[in-house]
């Protein structure tokens, strides 16, 4: 199996990185969390579908929280879309729904009515876009690729 520690660069700091692994030395899950100042963002966490349902994904932040210890982080976030399993996973390990809104792709097929450019350029051909959780039901009518983002935070103890 190829080292995947050898394509990847070294994370900013501070930040921790961990990867967990079966007794035969097989990655079954990773976490990321990048910081900045007061707060500290789990990028990625993924555990393998073969190894789900063995809190592996709940052991790497409960291993990697004390590791933020003297960094200056007083919160920790995470951002993440529809996923009812990764949603009810962060509420279940202590997380709270801070805020929502909407990421909407804006591509092929859709509507580009009163979108403009500047002179000489063209229509516009791809968009990313947010828009209030309140504007729910008009983008989703609108648009076929709407997506609720939620951002969950948990304090640091400290």
């Not at 009515?113 to 959780?133: M, Q």
Request: charged content about 25%; overall charge negative; proline content about 9%.
């Amino acid at each position: 199996m190829a080292d995947p520690g050898a394509r990847r660069p070294e994370p900013a700091e501070p930040s921790v990185a961990l990867v967990a692994e079966d007794p035969d030395g097989t990655i079954v899950g990773i976490l990321d969390i990048g910081g900045e100042g007061a707060l500290a963002t789990i990028d990625t966490v993924a555990v393998h579908p073969d190894h789900q349902g063995r809190r592996i994904a709940t052991t790497l932040p409960e291993t990697a929280v004390p590791l933020l210890a003297g960094t200056g982080a007083t919160e920790l976030d995470a951002w993440t879309r529809e996923d009812p399993a990764a949603n009810a996973w962060y509420r279940r390990v202590g997380f709270v729904e801070l805020t929502c809104y909407l990421h909407i792709f804006v591509g092929e097929g859709d509507d580009p009515t009163g979108f403009i450019t500047p002179d000489g350029l063209g229509r516009p051909v791809l968009a990313f876009l947010h828009a209030p959780i309140e504007r729910e039901e008009e983008m989703r009518a609108r648009f076929r690729r709407v997506h609720v983002c939620r951002r969950y935070v948990q304090p640091l103890g400290g």
